[in-house]
């Protein structure tokens, strides 16, 4: 599977953006799709995730209540709605793929990856 991010770009603090990622192929119910992101000279960090079949989600603590992580099904499309943007969420956001077993908010449990979007926050 391959993915492509899209909808990455520079943005005042209090703005949103709304990222996209695309599947080069069928997703299937089983699937877990994810968003992680990785600021300059710090470690990749979880971001959300979502269940492809029942759309459950999951976000970490520093985005809940800013980020929406939804899916086209139809368009094998997984998409990352960001609100109130602050300075801090100023990284290359990266989308994943989990087919398997694994813990969501691990990025080492991920089986495809996107090659990445940039998102410039301006203070």
């Known amino acids: 599977v391959q993915l492509q991010a899209s909808g990455g770009g520079l943005v005042q603090a209090g703005g949103s953006l709304r990222l996209s990622c695309a599947a080069s192929e069928r997703i299937y119910s089983n699937y877990r799709m994810g968003w992680f992101r990785q600021a300059p000279g710090k470690e990749r960090e979880f971001v959300a995730a979502i269940t492809w079949g029942g759309g459950s989600s999951y976000y970490a603590d520093s985005v809940k209540d800013r980020f929406t992580i939804s899916r086209n099904v139809a368009r094998n499309t997984v998409f990352l709605q960001m609100n109130s943007l602050k300075y801090d969420d100023t990284a290359v956001y990266y989308c994943?793929?989990?087919?398997?077993?694994?813990?969501?908010?691990?990025?080492?449990?991920?089986?495809?990856w996107g090659q990445g979007t940039l998102v410039t926050v301006s203070s």
């Open positions: 994943a793929a989990l087919k398997t077993a694994g813990n969501v908010r691990v990025g080492s449990a991920y089986d495809y």
